[in-house]
């Protein structure tokens, strides 16, 4: 049964209670009435082990931890890793936020942040809650290029969720190139930087050298250089999802692609 969004349990993890208080309230104005505040990631586990919430709405910074390792500790949890993650910060700093993108953030919200941008974060959430399946695709093969295996199992449960079962994982260009003589592929989503051999260098060779010059190229990136991304289309890449991503938006341009 689908979830809807007053049906949303969501944890605050918030050092100010101002900022709690806050929070709560524009959830509350959404309609959203489950709502449950910590101010400490300690805290925020030991909530999760007496029953995980839909949602976590999470500072960067909190007494203990940061928002990032909190998140990484979820998601090598077996039992709750799939819980989905907002970060809701001031942070600006590239590094600090792509190491949040890469564990599989849904959505990275501005501290102080607007309703309407509150509002496009829970909706991402309900995608990711309620992925809708595309029919006919459980036979697709799919090869999954990137070097974060928190990033490889956040965009692998994204994909089942929408009833892909066929993907093959690398961990960087040069072993996709590898696999790419072995299996022919469907659909190839693959991340910018990588070491060994990047998204752009991976995405030249298939469209130069491989046996699979037109398989349809995904890159899922929190690459903001204009430039660099200008390099990566000029390569050949079908189409560019930024991180977090949204599954719905992901939906539509897979079934675009492979149709």
Do not use: W
Not at 51 to 63: F, H, N, T, V, W
Not at 71 to 76: C, G, V
Request: proline share 4%.
């Amino acid at each position: 049964m689908d979830i809807d969004l007053n049906d949303l349990n969501i944890l605050i993890i918030e050092p100010s209670r101002t900022q709690q208080h806050f929070i709560e309230r524009e959830l509350n104005t959404l309609g959203i009435d489950k709502v449950d505040c910590v101010s400490t990631a300690k805290d925020a586990l030991e909530y999760i082990l007496m029953g995980a919430p839909d949602l976590i709405l999470c500072a960067y910074y909190l007494s203990d931890m940061t928002g990032s390792e909190l998140l990484e500790t979820l998601r090598q949890d077996e039992a709750n890793h799939e819980i989905c993650f907002v970060l809701v910060s001031s942070v600006t700093d590239i590094k600090q936020l792509d190491d949040i993108r890469q564990a599989g953030v849904v959505a990275i919200l501005p501290k102080p942040f607007s309703a309407s941008d509150l509002t496009l974060a829970l909706k991402s959430t309900l995608h990711h809650l309620n992925p809708e399946e595309l029919t006919n695709l459980e036979e697709l093969k799919i090869l999954l290029v990137d070097d974060s295996p928190l990033a490889r199992k956040h965009i692998i449960r994204t994909l089942k969720g929408m009833g892909f079962e066929n993907i093959t994982q690398a961990e960087n260009g040069r072993e996709a190139v590898g696999l790419l003589d072995e299996t022919l592929f469907d659909l190839i989503v693959t991340d910018y930087n990588m070491p060994e051999m990047d998204g752009r260098e991976l995405s030249a060779y298939i469209r130069e050298q491989s046996s699979q010059t037109s398989v349809p190229i995904i890159m899922v990136t929190s690459e903001q250089d204009s430039s660099r991304l200008a390099a990566v289309q000029q390569a050949g890449v079908s189409a560019i999802c930024d991180k977090p991503f949204d599954p719905e938006n992901v939906r539509q341009l897979i079934q675009r692609l492979v149709s």
